[in-house]
């Protein structure tokens, strides 16, 4: 294609190749849109993921609310995962990452408030974080801690975390068989971070001797959204049974 003027300059464009056709939905999962500011003013947990589906080849954006206050504490740590993710700021102040801002993280890379001072009122940062699931053998992810005084690691927890439809998913690792909702990896594993991070045996540094502060889970919520899963499963199946027992 050309393109020409009055002046004897003659621009030549490039040629445009066809796009591919964008299939329909398939129907196993129904299209959702939700508003990241209004789901994560709700939000019990930091990484919660936003939309309900997480199995294999899916997108997984996953929301974090971070802010500061006098009480607030998030202690460092580290994240390795074996999928790619990426971060999207949609909205910060006082913090190290600037709204709009997007980030693809590296495969291991630390995890903080992304404060500036998390003990400043106003100070505060709402992202999400993407991962595709694998649909292959190996997705795994680990949590590791360092000691704060000689920086060596104090705990490693590897884990893996397959997602439903991979060939090496487990229905069992992260709750029951029959369970509706499924727990997401990360918070599972979070939850069995800390409690290992918190024992004598690790807080202790077995390089130094320094006696590490105390992990508190309350600024990220795993443990409240693993608790509350596992109650929507319970209630869920207790009304599935008296069902049964009335309708036979």
């Not at 590897?158 to 997602?163: F, I, K, L, T, V």
């Not at 998913?169 to 068989?177: C, E, L, Y």
Request: aromatic share 10%; net charge negative.
């Amino acid at each position: 294609m050309t393109i020409v003027d009055d002046s004897p300059a003659v621009v030549t464009l490039p040629e445009i190749a066809p796009t591919g056709h964008v299939l329909p939905p398939t129907g196993v999962r129904e299209p959702l849109k939700v508003s990241v500011y209004e789901r994560m003013s709700k939000s019990n947990a930091q990484l919660m993921p936003i939309f309900p589906y997480d199995d294999a080849g899916t997108m997984v954006p996953c929301g974090a609310m971070l802010y500061g206050g006098e009480d607030r504490v998030h202690t460092h740590f580290f994240h390795w995962n074996t999928v790619s993710e990426l971060l999207v700021a949609w909205g910060s102040n006082e913090a190290m990452i600037a709204t709009g801002s997007l980030m693809a993280t590296q495969p291991f890379h630390g995890v903080n408030s992304f404060l500036r001072d998390e003990k400043k009122e106003g100070a505060y940062a709402l992202v999400t974080i993407t991962q595709r699931q694998s649909s292959d053998v190996g997705q795994k992810e680990a949590l590791t801690a360092k000691c704060e005084k000689c920086k060596k690691d104090i705990l490693k927890h590897e884990y893996d975390s397959a997602p439903q439809g991979a060939p090496d998913f487990d229905p069992t690792a992260f709750g029951a068989a029959d369970d509706e909702f499924r727990q997401f990896s990360t918070q599972w594993g979070g939850v069995d971070f800390v409690k290992m991070r918190n024992s004598d045996e690790v807080r202790i540094c077995q390089h130094c001797g320094h006696e590490n502060s105390w992990f508190d889970m309350t600024t990220w919520g795993w443990d409240r959204l693993v608790n509350q899963t596992k109650v929507s499963n319970a209630a869920f199946h207790a009304l599935k049974n008296s069902a049964k027992e009335v309708l036979g």
